[in-house]
Nanobody
Framework: QVQLVESGGGLVQAGGSLRLTCAAS????????MGWYRQAPGEQRELVAT???????NYADSVKGRFTISRDNAKNTVYLQMNSLKPEDTAVYYC??????????????WGQGTQVTVSS
């Protein structure tokens, strides 16, 4: 069982910044990839950014140049630095991680979500 706990959401004005944090805990052997997804009201959940174990990153076109994903492998933690926020970034942001657990097996976990609201 692997748990993900997110923090850092909130209310910010357009043009502002927020930093999201997601910490993974449990019987983790290794984490292959961590990422952030978001879901706005009435919309499907969509990918925001992912980072692989080796550091390779992937971003949605809508956030390229504004958001930066990073991870601390020693802490099993992933971050999302969000700059130049826009009202259309308003959504519940979910952390995701996939990897393997002790003594054997794989996992894929989601966090509980954190609300990000950007006012115009």
């Amino acid at each position: 069982q692997v748990q993900l706990v997110e923090s850092g959401g909130g209310l910010v004005q357009a043009g502002g910044s927020l930093r999201l944090t997601c910490a993974a805990s449990g019987s983790i052997f290794s984490i292959d990839a961590m990422g952030w997804y978001r879901q706005a009201p009435g919309e499907q959940r969509e990918l925001v950014a992912t980072v692989a174990g080796g550091g390779r990153t992937n971003y949605a076109d809508s956030v390229k140049g504004r958001f930066t994903i990073s991870r601390d492998n020693a802490k099993n933690t992933v971050y999302l630095q969000m700059n130049s926020l826009k009202p259309e970034d308003t959504a519940v942001y979910y952390c995701n991680a996939v990897g393997s657990v002790w003594p054997r097996g794989n996992f894929g976990s989601w966090g509980q979500g954190t609300q990000v609201t950007v006012s115009s």
